[in-house]
């Protein structure tokens, strides 16, 4: 039996409805059980008079039925052909094309000591996030806790521009308000709208409650371009705020262990079609791309055997532009040691609320210094890993 949501994601991703006004529209389309798979045999008729309240100049409906019939022509066109090669049908849950993961964390303490990037603060929250997400909601894949580490610099974003003055403030509110009926969760001190989506059904190697910390799931891969906005600025949470306790625990519930997007209230804003969520796929791009070594540093970076040959060796065919992504590469797997190492010292001790108030703390410790006030928007300034290892427990 369809969902609601799947009704939803019909409007939003088929027949390209905007979000805002296929909210509306699922409801009705929902309680007349009439769903995406019964949709090419209800009439047009039968569709403008149930909808003609929320639509009565008809567009939506014929736009509905419209694409309800091209999915129909669509699926028996594909079993039409049985000679030719069987693709494995994407998840609903698909949003984006193509597969790539996260780098493999490196837990060399050695090179972790030695290593200092030179980076903005929104690429290390982003980066604190989605690590302290697979210890406090370790049933997420890693594709949503991409979206929502997202999803919480880009809320950071926008708070700390307003404070400063540099967005507009007026739209930043009127964003925010969009997000207040929605679901939220709570993530490095910060409430972020989230919207629900469904669970993969052809999983071929664990369920999601299996995800562990040092198994790194693959995720779409999308456009190489980031969120302007969340890479100027990422902090935006008062320091009070961090004295703040988080509450209880969530219950292992169903509701709790739904798989979550982050919800992007600036796509929300602008009602465009298709879900407005913070995609992984930039989240990923955005950290693979945010973390050059320090030119200033003191000390000498540790760089992987592959980029150190190619810089002792000037007949190299390597490009330097290669040899710097290999080398971003490099210290984004030791930053995701760094802070695997700082996590698992802690999580057997601390409980999920407590671990998250603590991120907070953690990252501003050791987060870049900038200038203050608005000259210090998008400032870059020197991380050195070894200060996110003295974060660690003490050993007894």
Known sequence: MATLQDTLRFLTTTAKIPLATALSLSKPLHAANISPATLPSTPLTDLTALLKDLDPEEKYSKQIHAASKRKKR????????????????????????????????K?????????????????????????????THP?????????????????????KGRDLGVLDSKRVDAAESLGKGHRSIRITSREVAVLRRERATHRSSTDASDVSVDARK????????GSGQEE?????????????????????????????????????????????????????????????????????NATSPSVAANKSCPKSNKSKAAAAIEEKEHNLALLLGSLE???????????????DRRTWNWYTRVRPEVEQGRQGWGGRGDVRLEDILKLRRPED
């Open 139 to 159: 049933a997420q894949p890693v594709d949503s806790q991409l979206s929502l580490g997202m999803a919480v610099v880009s809320a950071g974003a926008k708070a």
């Open 232 to 300: 100027q600025e990422a902090d935006g949470v008062d320091e009070a705020s961090t004295q703040e306790t988080i509450g209880r625990e969530e219950p292992r519930n169903k509701e709790s262990e739904d798989w979550l997007w982050g919800l992007d209230l600036d796509a929300l804003a602008e009602n465009k079609s298709g879900l407005p969520i913070h995609k992984a796929s930039s989240a990923l791009s955005y950290l693979r791309r945010s973390f050059p070594s320090s030119t200033t540093a003191t000390s000498t």
């Open 341 to 355: 190492l700082l996590f698992d010292s802690w999580s057997g001790v601390l409980g999920k609320s407590e671990l």
């Open 218 to 225: 693959t995720v779409k891969k999308g456009e190489e371009g």
């Open 107 to 135: 837990k060399d303490e050695e090179q972790i000591r030695q290593t200092v990037i030179r980076t903005n603060r929104a690429p290390l929250l982003l980066a604190f996030a989605t690590v302290l997400l697979s210890y």
């Open 74 to 105: 669509s699926a028996t066109a594909s079993t039409a052909s049985p000679n030719k090669r069987h693709k494995t049908p994407q998840s609903t849950v698909s949003l984006e094309d193509g597969e790539v993961g996260l780098p493999t964390p």
